[in-house]
C-alpha cells in the first residue's frame, strides 16, 4: 500500500487546512485510516482516525475542531483543520493499517504562526 499525503503549508493561528491522503495498491476492504503527527522533540501522536465501518476517533485537543473524512471508493481520507493553534504545529502523517499491514506515508508539514 503507498499512500500520498499533501495538504499541508503556513497558516495563520485561527485558520484552516485540510489534509489529503491518497491510498493505492492492495487495499483491504477492512482496514482503518489515520492520521498522526509529531511535533519537536515530541513522540508522534493520533490525530484522528476512520475505519471503513465508519468509526471515527479524535484526540482530544482536536475535537470539535477537526474533522477526519473519506472517500471509499477513491480510498482517499481528509482532515479538515479549523481554527488552528499555534501547538497544531507539527509534521502530519498519514497511516493506514488492516488486518496484516501497517504503512505510514512521507510526513507533510502544517506550520501554525501565532
Known amino acids: 500500500v503507498q499512500l500520498q499525503a499533501s495538504g499541508g503549508g503556513l497558516v495563520q493561528a485561527g485558520g484552516s487546512l485540510k489534509l489529503t491522503c491518497a491510498a493505492s495498491?492492495?487495499?483491504?476492504?477492512?482496514?482503518?485510516m489515520a492520521w498522526y503527527r509529531q511535533g519537536p522533540g515530541a513522540t508522534r501522536e493520533l490525530v484522528a482516525e476512520?475505519?471503513?465501518?465508519?468509526?471515527?476517533t479524535y484526540a482530544d485537543s482536536v475535537k470539535g475542531r477537526f474533522t477526519i473524512s473519506r472517500d471509499g471508493t477513491k480510498n482517499t481520507v481528509y482532515l479538515q483543520m479549523n481554527t488552528l493553534k499555534a501547538e497544531d504545529t507539527s509534521v502530519y502523517y498519514c497511516?493506514?493499517?488492516?488486518?496484516?499491514?501497517?504503512?505510514w506515508g512521507q510526513g507533510t508539514l502544517v506550520t501554525v504562526s501565532s
Open positions: 497511516n493506514y493499517k488492516d488486518a496484516l499491514s501497517d504503512y
Open positions: 476512520i475505519t471503513s465501518r465508519g468509526s471515527i
Open positions: 495498491g492492495r487495499i483491504s476492504s477492512v482496514n482503518a
